[in-house]
């Protein structure tokens, strides 16, 4: 079981540079939880890309299909007050952005504020360096 920051998600649902590399760790190990706002996180991805045309219309459908199938199988962590008291935390503590504190409360939530007991995949520099000053073992 590992926690999935968006950032290691959308290379799930639409092809980039790093989708073979974070593919490879899904099919490693399916346990998959990411927190309450992801879909919202991907579905934003997703419009940004169609937008910017990376992704064509069909492409957009594709990824938000692919969002649907990893949603039907991953545990969310939802919104609670601890979490939003270990993402003010969070903030204080390291250069995040309130998302990021949030998902990186989440993940904390998770493991049970034991970091060391699960792993933390993501591809976002800055929480990378925050969910490894927290304790967690990032890949890739």
């Given at each position: 079981m590992r926690f999935w920051d968006?950032?290691?998600l959308?290379?799930?649902i639409v092809q980039e540079r790093r989708s073979e590399e974070v593919t490879r760790l899904l099919e490693a190990d399916r346990g998959m939880t990411?927190?309450?706002?992801?879909?919202?996180?991907?579905?934003?991805?997703?419009a940004r890309y169609e937008r910017g045309g990376i992704v064509t219309t069909d492409g957009a459908n594709d990824a938000s299909d692919a969002l649907r199938e990893l949603?039907?199988?991953?545990?969310?962590?939802?919104?609670?007050?601890?979490?939003?008291?270990?993402?003010?935390?969070?903030?204080?503590?390291?250069?995040?952005?309130a998302a990021d504190a949030l998902q990186l409360a989440a993940a904390l939530i998770a493991a049970e504020e034991e970091p060391e007991t699960l792993g933390f995949v993501c591809l976002d520099e800055r929480l990378t360096?925050?969910?490894?000053?927290?304790?967690?073992?990032?890949?890739?």
């Open positions: 968006t950032s290691a959308v290379p799930l990411v927190w309450w706002a992801t879909p919202v996180e991907c579905a934003s991805a997703i949603q039907a199988d991953w545990t969310e962590i939802p919104p609670s007050a601890r979490l939003r008291e270990l993402a003010r935390r969070l903030l204080r503590t390291h250069p995040l952005r360096h925050a969910a490894q000053r927290e304790g967690f073992t990032v890949t890739p």
